[in-house]
């Protein structure tokens, strides 16, 4: 039997739980790149007017974005399995 742990804590994981819980994180990942795609768009309508405060806005959200999706897939990437007796 695997055993896993996640974001480097001492929690032991099934190969179910960690399959869903990766799974959930693989979506964040999707859910925040639309959100991105969204924001990008209103940037740029934004810069076309010449709405600089807008831009700005913009700018944080995508990077408040970045920064979840490199949560994610940091959590995904700390997965480590181990053998149990």
Request: charged residues 40%; proline residues 0%.
């Amino acid at each position: 039997m695997h055993i896993y742990y996640m974001d480097e804590k001492k929690i032991i994981l099934d190969e179910k739980t960690i399959k869903s819980a990766v799974k959930n994180r693989m979506s964040g990942v999707k859910c925040r790149i639309e959100e991105i795609e969204k924001e990008m768009t209103e940037m740029k309508k934004a810069f076309e007017v010449e709405h600089i405060e807008n831009v700005r806005l913009r700018a944080r959200k995508i990077m408040e974005h970045c920064m979840y999706i490199c949560e994610y897939v940091r959590s995904i990437w700390t997965v480590r399995s181990f053998e149990s007796d």
